[in-house]
């Protein structure tokens, strides 16, 4: 157990919809990544935040946005959902802005029909 | 050009064996890292091992380590002493410093299986 949080664990939605993925980081992580692993595209990191700022963009979609809160809890929200939106979420956690080591949560199953 | 290329889809192991995972990665920059992850059936990422540019040794964690060549752009994983619960997706990664944060890039990953 990474102590990375993410819920819901499988999400199933039609396409056009909108979701909201929700990520907690381990107790005392201040920065915050979402990746996106699908099994034509891989693996691709979408986003990364620290201390509610964000600080650095991968391959998102202009559809996708991300949040961190204060509490340092962050969502990912994916709207008008396509077929191929259907991936696994993760979100990562790390101390510090540049540490090389992160830990993944369980990952979010999104299936969009 | 792909950033993370591991060519191998899939390799076996006999138990108790070493195997070399093979990655190379494409940067134009002199300040980078490398990674690896495993990712077993249950589907979790776990974090292996790093390997910065600028580290003159290679990594080692426990029965993980990076070979690191530079001149060639190759960070292969060497796993000691292979334990069937080795048997899982290993994936290379880079980070690279951009003028817009940093930027991570994984390869599509190496299946290894551990025979008994």
């Known amino acids: 157990d990474s102590g990375v949080t993410q819920t819901p664990k499988h999400l199933i939605t039609a396409t056009g919809q909108r979701v909201t993925l929700r990520c907690s980081p381990r107790?005392?992580?201040?920065?915050v990544y979402w990746y996106q692993q699908s099994l034509d595209q891989g693996l691709q990191f979408l986003i990364q935040y620290y201390n509610g700022e964000e600080r650095a963009k991968g391959n998102i979609l202009e559809r996708f946005s991300a949040q961190q809160f204060p509490d340092l809890h962050s969502e990912l929200n994916l709207s008008s959902l396509e077929l191929g939106d259907s991936a696994l979420y993760f979100c990562?956690?790390?101390?510090?802005?540049?540490?090389?080591?992160?830990?993944f949560g369980p990952g979010t199953r999104l299936t969009v029909t | 050009a792909q950033k993370i290329t591991q060519t191998q889809p899939g390799m076996f192991v006999q138990e108790k064996e070493a195997v070399t995972l093979d990655c190379t990665y494409d940067?134009?920059?002199?300040?980078?890292?490398l990674f690896w992850y495993k990712q077993p059936s249950s589907g979790e990422m776990i974090f292996l091992i790093y390997q910065g540019s600028y580290d003159e040794q290679n990594a080692t964690e426990g029965r993980y380590s990076l070979n690191f060549q530079k001149a060639r752009k190759s960070a292969n994983l060497v796993i000691s002493a292979s334990q069937l619960g080795d048997s899982a997706m290993y994936f290379c990664a880079m980070r690279e410093l951009t003028n817009t944060g940093n930027q991570f890039y994984f390869g599509t990953g190496t299946s290894l299986t551990v025979i008994p």
């Open positions: 940067t134009s920059d002199q300040s980078y890292g």
């Open positions: 990562a956690s790390s101390v510090v802005i540049d540490s090389y080591e992160q830990y």
């Open positions: 107790s005392g992580d201040l920065s």
